[in-house]
């Protein structure tokens, strides 16, 4: 069971805000344009929609939990889970910097080499062909630009 | 040496020195970036690579074109782009009225066509306002008597509301005192299957999308939106002729650089296109494409975007956009 | 002039060595394009486009409409492969495809949508060329009513969609529907939800999302566990890797089902492959007798998509070739590319120049039997991308994913949001969210609100108008009745048990 009560009722409280958010800028909008519904018509109803559902979503949760004891999410996943996309973010920010071809190479290496604890020699030896391969692919063969940086590549 | 001959030899001397530092002629030596806000076979992108095309077949540059496709944000990731090129004489851009436009009503725009260094203006787009082909409004009067009679109940299909078909609309609108609906289509094509399917009743279009469904007797011409009468249709009245006497609103395109430049670049770029419009191929090319030659040079560019700003944030205004500068 | 001397004249045009040769390059050109995400037909066209300018329009056309529906097979490689669309109408074969290749089924995933594209593709041209005219007119006479209806239809497909938590799949709806609503209003200039980015102005590229939320969003969902490195299975030998005759036979209806379907829709202007694979699922899993099974990898759930968005092609063809009216980016730029050859393009053309329109339409026979030869043998090839180890394959994966972002607009905002999005599709699977109905309401969110406010134009407020015509009131009435099916089952639930109670 993937999704505890507890995801239910952050995500439902969540949405719930995003509802009102949507709700409070389509007031801002014309609901009514001369010709027809103006630009806050659909997302007023949306919003609308979205906070009864999350609502709807977090009292049932909020129900269960009491009801029930939870079982504890593993932490440790999730903690790995976050540590690959900030390690993917991180590899987006820089690619303004050092370009695709080095950003992806540092990438691989640290999800071959730390995260899945293989060799460094093996991770080195896979970040520098998979940029290879994807430098023959894209520029080269299909013509199709990479992110480059500041040192031209 | 005679008196006479040393004056005269000082003096040359002196001319020489006066005439050599004389600014360097631009001449492009890298191959020249032409960006553009569409993406490929969007209508700027389509007139960039033919003057890429044109301009190596007809040898008027030392070096390639090549167009950059920019598109996205409205096309202001294209402007946006253009101004961050800032002194960039390797690059320039084809605009179109949008440029001019889009920042008037969106308050995200964070340049606008003052900030780049205009070159050229090189086209003019004219419309032609169609019906269908068994509708009963055989000229323009008979159109707008119509939507006096019945006011809003008369539909015309186009683009977004700050377009060309629009502001053609308002105009009409405010000269006759007549009133009929505009109804927004993203695209050509369904705004001409509304047409051909009879859920709206008009259109404007531009004459080479027409052309095709006029000779198969689909649509009927009832005007058309220009100075004078185009070649392909000769016994079309003018909005003018008519009876409706607005002025002309030319959908534009021209070249666009970045700001600061040197002068000679833009006298260069300047020169190049007058010399590409008086080549066979752009000619053969505005008859296709049924455009009007509207050359101008920049200084003339510069005041006719002020002219075309200033006219379309009025008729913007009472069309009911948000104007934000 | 009558189909069989067309056809004829067509196939001589066709079956010609430098076409043939024209329209394997076509074919070849488009599936390495399709397999690429981001990349798609429409910019491959426009850059190939002066090179046409040497050759004989006919070639030519042969030549670029191959890319256009070859790029359509290679779509589905990386869907099941990798879960990365490799554009935007293989997102639906996303849902079954990868989970059929997780079971280690991949090699037949990948037969399966190759054999769906080829008789779909091959309706499809069938279509074409026999009842173009009748049916360009049928069309015309659908507007913005009949779209919104089509549109509700659609999303009224949430709710065969939503697996477990109806709740969740329809807030997934919402926050898809708002995605969509970023952007300028088309009919007020007015922007909405940009928060002051210029780059927001034209909307969130739905490619961004499909990319996020699928690809980047599994594989943050892999990477929880270290140990778990074990390989998506490859069984070995050929047998193996072909669809077996039972998973044949069980799409006998999808492949009916995604032609028919596909192409009608292809037909609309402005409805593209998209909803048209979306459709076709959603029919799929409504007259299927395991319907619960969808979502876990059955064959029909690639069979129906794949299919739809390969006739498709052939139906969007019939307004560009019949009417001179594109219906989708690609046929946009295809329509240009004949008016630059001198051709003019519209009611008359198939008159004035029957050799053309015979000649592209045989060639699209044959184009599709080269792409069935082209694809089939490549499958245990693409199949062994799986024996890679996962630390290899999901850096390999992110990487992909960038660059198909990175090439539909080179902006770097834009490869952001993919980082966001991927944060997203994490989450959401996390919390049991299916993001199937994200991206549906994010595809025809857009749609929708513009069609129901242009009727309402048209109809000056009625709404009536939704049910005074009879084709948009028919599928109005197939929406709710699509919404009110939960509660019937629940209801029959009830009473099957009140009878087990009672009796």
């Not at chain 3, 834009?414 to 980082?419: E, F, N, R, S």
Request: proline fraction near 6%; include cysteine.
């Amino acid at each position: 069971m993937k999704s505890g009560a507890n995801g239910d009722v952050v995500s439902g409280g969540v949405l719930t805000g995003l509802g009102v958010f949507v709700v409070i800028e389509a007031s801002r909008w014309d609901y009514l344009a001369p010709d027809g519904p103006g630009p806050g018509f659909f997302p007023l109803w949306y919003g609308i929609a979205l906070i009864a559902l999350s609502l709807a979503l977090m009292i049932g949760a909020l129900k269960r939990r009491a009801a029930a004891s939870e079982t504890r999410a593993d932490w440790r996943e999730v903690g790995r889970a976050l540590v690959a996309w900030a390690a993917f973010a991180l590899s987006v920010a820089l690619l303004k910097l050092l370009g695709f071809l080095l950003s992806f190479a540092l990438l691989t290496l640290f999800i071959v080499s730390v995260m899945y604890r293989r060799p460094l020699g093996f991770g080195l030896a896979a970040s520098v062909g998979s940029a290879a391969a994807f430098y023959l692919i894209f520029p080269l063969a299909l013509n199709v630009a990479l992110p480059v940086g500041v040192f031209g590549f | 040496m005679t008196k006479r001959t040393l004056t005269s030899a000082l003096l040359s001397t002196a001319l020489l020195f006066a005439a050599a530092p004389a600014p360097a002629e631009f001449k492009p030596t890298k191959p020249i970036e032409v960006i553009v806000h569409t993406g490929p076979g969007g209508g700027g992108d389509v007139l960039a690579r033919f003057i890429a095309q044109a301009v190596e077949k007809e040898k008027l540059a030392p070096v390639r074109m090549q167009v950059n496709n920019k598109p996205g944000g409205g096309g202001l990731t294209a402007m946006n782009y253009v101004v961050e090129k800032k002194g960039d004489a390797h690059a320039i851009a084809i605009f179109t009225g949008v440029w001019v436009t889009n920042p008037l009503t969106q308050a995200e725009a964070k340049v606008t066509v003052k900030d780049m260094t205009p070159v050229v203006r090189l086209v003019l787009e004219p419309a032609v306002i169609v019906v269908k082909a068994d509708a009963p409004y055989k000229t323009l009067r008979d159109f707008i008597d119509a939507a006096k009679k019945t006011p809003g109940q008369l539909k015309q299909s186009g683009g977004s509301i700050t377009s060309r078909d629009n502001v053609i609309r308002q105009l009409m609108m405010k000269n006759t005192g007549a009133n009929w609906a505009f109804i927004s289509f993203p695209g050509g094509g369904e705004r001409i299957a509304a047409l051909l399917g009879g859920h709206v009743n008009m259109m404007v279009i531009e004459p080479q999308e027409a052309g095709e469904h006029i000779r198969a007797k689909n649509m009927r011409v009832l005007a058309q939106v220009a100075d004078k009468r185009l070649p392909a249709f000769a016994d079309v009245p003018t909005m003018k002729e008519a009876g409706v006497d607005i002025p002309n609103v030319p959908q534009v395109r021209g070249v666009v650089a970045p700001p600061g430049i040197p002068q000679d670049a833009v006298a260069y770029y300047e020169d190049l296109f007058l010399r590409l419009s008086k080549t066979a191929t752009w000619r053969k090319y505005l008859e296709d494409q049924q455009f009007e030659d509207g050359y101008l040079r920049s200084a003339e560019l510069s005041q006719f975007f002020d002219q075309y700003a200033n006219r379309m944030r009025d008729i913007l205004k009472e069309a009911g956009a948000k104007i934000v500068r | 002039m009558d189909v069989a001397s067309g056809l004829i004249q067509g196939f001589s045009v066709a079956l010609a060595p430098g076409n043939l040769m024209w329209c394997f390059v076509g074919c070849f050109l488009g599936t390495v394009v399709g397999i690429m995400p981001g990349l798609g037909p429409a910019a491959t066209i426009a850059m190939l486009l002066p090179l046409t300018f040497k050759m004989d329009p006919t070639s030519a056309i042969i030549m670029l409409a191959g890319i256009y529906y070859g790029a359509k097979y290679g779509g589905s490689t990386t869907s099941i492969l990798l879960n990365v669309p490799g554009e935007s109408a293989s997102v639906v074969t996303c849902l079954d495809g990868y989970q059929m290749a997780r079971k280690g089924r991949a090699g037949a995933a990948l037969g399966i949508a190759a054999i769906a594209s080829f008789v779909a593709g091959t309706v499809g041209v069938i279509a074409l060329m026999l009842i173009s005219p009748p049916l360009a007119k049928v069309a015309l006479s659908f507007s913005s009513p009949e779209y919104f209806a089509l549109m509700a239809l659609g999303l009224a497909m949430v709710v065969l969609l939503a697996g477990r938590s109806l709740v969740k799949a329809l807030m997934a709806m919402l926050v898809g529907l708002w995605i969509a609503s970023i952007g300028t209003d088309l009919f007020t200039a007015v922007s909405r939800f940009t928060f002051g980015q210029s780059e927001l102005l034209d909307g969130v590229d739905f490619v961004i999302v499909a990319i996020g939320v699928f690809a980047v969003g599994e594989v943050l969902g892999n990477m929880e566990q270290r140990e778990a490195a074990q390989v998506l299975p490859v069984p070995k030998g050929l047998r193996n890797l072909l669809p077996t005759l039972e998973e044949l036979k069980a799409c006998r209806f999808a492949f009916l089902n995604g032609s028919v379907v596909g192409f009608l829709i292809g037909v609309l202007p402005g409805a593209g492959s998209t909803i048209a694979s979306f459709i076709s699922y959603g029919l799929e899993k409504a007259v299927s007798k395991h319907p619960e099974k969808f979502g876990t990898g059955v064959p029909e759930g690639v069979a129906a998509p794949e299919g739809a968005n390969n006739s498709e092609t052939g139906g969007a063809l019939v307004p560009m070739l019949t009417l001179g009216i594109p219906g989708s980016s690609t046929t946009a730029i295809l329509l240009a590319a004949l008016i630059l050859w001198g051709l003019k393009p519209g009611p008359l053309m198939i008159q004035d120049n029957p050799a053309l329109f015979w000649g592209l339409v045989a060639s699209m026979y044959v184009g599709n039997v080269m792409l069935l030869v082209l694809n089939i043998p490549l499958i245990p090839l693409f199949a062994q991308i799986l024996r890679l180890p996962v630390e290899l394959l999901y850096p390999l994966i992110f990487g992909i994913s960038i660059v198909g972002v990175y090439s539909v607009s080179g902006s770097l905002f834009d490869v952001w949001m993919l980082a966001a999005f991927g944060l997203l599709g994490y989450v959401m699977r996390r919390l049991d969210y299916p993001s199937a109905p994200l991206i549906l309401g994010l595809v025809l969110g857009d749609s929708m609100e513009r069609a129901l406010r242009q009727s309402l134009m048209m109809s000056q407020g009625e709404l009536g108008i939704l049910v005074s015509r009879p084709v948009s009131a028919i599928m109005l009435g197939l929406t709710v009745l699509i919404l009110l099916l939960p509660l019937f089952r629940k209801a029959n639930a009830w009473r099957v048990r009140a009878l087990e109670e009672n009796g």
